[in-house]
C-alpha cells in the first residue's frame, strides 16, 4: 500500500509543478525578468564581499606599514641612545639633524632634561624624537640615562676600557 500512495503523491507533486510551469508561461518575459533578477542580485552580492574583502586588505597593509616604520623608528631613536651614552654623539647637538644614508628622510631630535637630585650620580632624561619628514610619522623614545661619567674598569687584554 505505501509504495502506491507514494507514487500519487509524487504523481500529484508533478502535476502542481506543471501546472504552476504552464500558469508561469502564460506571463509574457517572467522567465526573462526572473533570470535577470538573479544575474543581478548575485552580482551586488559579488560586488559587496569584494568591497568588503578590499577593505580589508587595504587594513592590513596599512598596519604592517605602521609596524614597519614603528619598527625602523624605534630601532633609529636605540642608536641616538647608545652613541649618546658611549660618548659618540653629545648633548650639545640636539637637532634636528638627519640621518646618514641609507637613512634619507628620517631626521632626529634630542630633548634632555636633568632628573633627580643626587649630586654624586647625575643623571639626565634623555627623549629621542626621530620623524620621517616625508610620511610626516613621529616616534618618541625617552629614558633615564648618566651622560658623561664613564669609569675605568680592567681590559682583558691589559689596559683600561672606558
Not at 34 to 47: G, I, K, N, P, R
Not at 75 to 80: K, R
Not at 141 to 144: D, R, S, T
Given at each position: 500500500m505505501r509504495p502506491k500512495k507514494k507514487l500519487m503523491q509524487t504523481n500529484r507533486n508533478q502535476a502542481d509543478w506543471d501546472r504552476l510551469k504552464t500558469a508561469l508561461q502564460a506571463v509574457p518575459g517572467y522567465c526573462r525578468a526572473?533570470?535577470?533578477?538573479?544575474?543581478?542580485?548575485?552580482?551586488?552580492?559579488?560586488?559587496g564581499a569584494a568591497t568588503v574583502i578590499g577593505i580589508g586588505?587595504?587594513?592590513?597593509?596599512?598596519?604592517?606599514?605602521?609596524?614597519r616604520m614603528?619598527?625602523?623608528a624605534v630601532?633609529?631613536?636605540?642608536?641616538?641612545i647608545s652613541e649618546l651614552q658611549m660618548g659618540i654623539r653629545s648633548l650639545a647637538e640636539t637637532g634636528p639633524e638627519?640621518?646618514?644614508?641609507?637613512?634619507e628622510g628620517w631626521?632626529?631630535?634630542?630633548?634632555?632634561?636633568?632628573?633627580?637630585t643626587d649630586e654624586a650620580k647625575p643623571l639626565t632624561q634623555v627623549e629621542v624624537i626621530v620623524r620621517h619628514e616625508p610620511t610626516g610619522f613621529v616616534h618618541r623614545?625617552?629614558?633615564?640615562i648618566q651622560i658623561g661619567h664613564t669609569t675605568s674598569v680592567p681590559g682583558a687584554i691589559g689596559g683600561t676600557v672606558p
Open positions: 526572473t533570470v535577470l533578477l538573479e544575474v543581478l542580485l548575485a552580482l551586488a552580492l559579488f560586488a586588505f587595504k587594513a592590513s597593509i596599512d598596519g604592517a606599514e605602521r609596524v614603528n619598527t625602523h630601532n633609529l631613536a636605540v642608536t641616538v638627519a640621518f646618514g644614508p641609507p637613512f631626521v632626529w631630535e634630542i630633548a634632555a632634561t636633568p632628573w633627580g623614545l625617552a629614558q633615564v
